[in-house]
Nanobody, 119 residues
């Protein structure tokens, strides 16, 4: 089992920045690829970013490319999402997720953290 706890959400004005953190515990963090997803009210869950165990492979959703940066600190068992140039449409609950490198499906999820961007 892997436990994931997100933090860093809040209210920010459009154009501002926030950094989300996701602390992992329970298993060897290095064995897991990590991802960030979000769900806005009335919308389906959306992929935001992912990072492999070493940080050498990173993907971003089209809506956040150039504005968000995912990173990880394996000794601290933590993955981060630096969000810049925030827009009101970035308002959502942001979830951290983990999957074994050999598995395609994310099977561990955090409880989510709310990000609200005011115009």
């Amino acid at each position: 089992q892997v436990q994931l706890v997100e933090s860093g959400g809040g209210v920010v004005q459009a154009g501002g920045s926030l950094r989300l953190s996701c602390a992992a515990s329970g298993r060897t963090f290095n064995n897991y690829a990590m991802g960030w997803f979000r769900r806005a009210p009335g919308k389906e869950r959306e992929f935001v970013a992912s990072i492999n165990w070493s940080g050498s492979t990173i993907y971003y959703g089209n809506s956040v490319k150039g504005r968000f940066t995912i990173s990880r600190d394996n000794p601290k068992n933590t993955v981060y999402l630096q969000m810049s140039s925030l827009k009101p449409e970035d308002t959502a609950v942001y979830y951290c997720a983990a999957r074994m490198e050999s598995v395609l499906t994310y099977n561990y999820w955090g409880q989510g953290t709310q990000v609200t961007v005011s115009s």
